[in-house]
């Protein structure tokens, strides 16, 4: 089994920014791609960016601009980078790991909650 740990949240003014980052216990990365989601309180989970294993990149509309999504295949990591963070972007933000050729597997982090308020 692979833990994936998200790092990086906290609160943060409107316009401001936060560096999110995704660690995984074993090295898998390089085989996997790598999705940012993120769930508002009564709301759905929802795809933010994503990253392939060939490093095509991603973007929900409401984040394009704004968000970078990186990815570090050497150490296992992965990172959100979020710019001029709005009060709707806060929400718990979830790091997802995946493969679906064979061997499959689709991990996902506990999470990390950014919260913009003034």
């Known amino acids: 089994q692979v833990q994936l740990v998200e790092s990086g949240g906290g609160l943060v003014q409107p316009g401001g920014s936060l560096r999110l980052s995704c660690a995984a216990s074993?090295?898998?990365?390089?085989?996997?791609?790598i999705v940012w989601y993120r769930q508002a309180p009564g709301k759905q989970r929802e795809l933010v960016a994503g990253?392939?294993?060939?490093?095509?990149?991603y973007y929900a509309d409401f984040v394009k601009g704004r968000f970078t999504i990186s990815r570090d295949d050497a150490n296992d990591t992965a990172d959100l980078q979020m710019n001029s963070l709005k009060p709707e972007d806060t929400a718990v933000y979830y790091c997802?790991?995946?493969?679906?050729?064979?061997?499959?597997?689709?991990?996902w982090g506990q999470g990390t909650q950014v919260t913009v308020s003034s």
């Open positions: 074993r090295n898998i990365f390089d085989i996997a791609a």
């Open positions: 997802n790991v995946h493969r679906s050729r064979d061997p499959p597997f689709d991990y």
């Open positions: 990253i392939t294993t060939g490093d095509y990149t």
